[in-house]
């Protein structure tokens, strides 16, 4: 059997994407407190991303 999952980095562009989905959303209904938390949560994802891209240690903690 092969695992046809997709790989870290895959999966983490899929989380931003998904989390910039979200903001748009919030943004538009006026909901600033999930705006921030979403804000905050893509940084994050981003960071983790970036890290994971060049081989940190760093990225793989973050995304545990």
Do not use: C, F, W
Request: charged share 15%; no cysteine; aromatic share 2%.
């Amino acid at each position: 059997m092969t695992d046809d999952s997709p790989s870290p980095i895959v999966r983490q562009r899929q989380l931003i994407i998904m989390l910039q989905d979200e903001l748009e959303t919030a943004t538009k209904q006026g909901n600033h407190a999930v705006v921030g938390q979403l804000s905050s949560a893509i940084l994050q994802a981003q960071l983790a991303l970036n890290a994971m891209q060049h081989g940190s240690p760093l990225g793989a903690y973050l995304t545990r």
